[in-house]
């Protein structure tokens, strides 16, 4: 079994940050790219940032130049540092992983249970 377990979501002031945390654990071989979602209310669930294991990055347009998205191989953790927080930026926060198994090396995908983020005018 493998887990994705999010951290450091809260409500915030317009132009505050938070800094999301995502560590995998369990039977773990090697972790391909890692990534962050988000669903506001009422809407698609949508990417806002992943990095590959090699460290290149990719961004939704709506926060590039305020997030930034960094992992620590080591740790199996993803994090996600946002800036200049607006409003739309509401929403449960999800994490997403490539997994590679320990056992029987299976390419797993795996989403944690997220964490949500309030932003507030």
């Known amino acids: 079994q493998v887990q994705l377990v999010e951290s450091g979501g809260g409500l915030v002031q317009a132009g505050g940050s938070l800094r999301l945390s995502c560590a995998a654990s369990?039977?773990?071989?090697?972790?391909?790219?890692m990534g962050w979602y988000r669903q506001a209310p009422g809407k698609q669930r949508e990417l806002v940032a992943d990095i590959t294991s090699g460290g290149s990055t990719n961004y939704a347009d709506s926060v590039k130049g305020r997030f930034t998205i960094s992992r620590d191989n080591a740790k199996n953790t993803v994090y996600l540092q946002t800036n200049s927080l607006k409003p739309e930026d509401t929403g449960v926060y999800y994490c997403?992983?490539?997994?590679?198994?320990?056992?029987?090396?299976?390419?797993?995908?795996?989403w944690g249970r997220g964490t949500l983020v309030t932003v507030s005018s």
């Open positions: 997403n992983a490539g997994v590679v198994t320990r056992v029987f090396r299976r390419d797993l995908e795996v």
């Open positions: 369990g039977s773990i071989f090697s972790i391909n790219a």
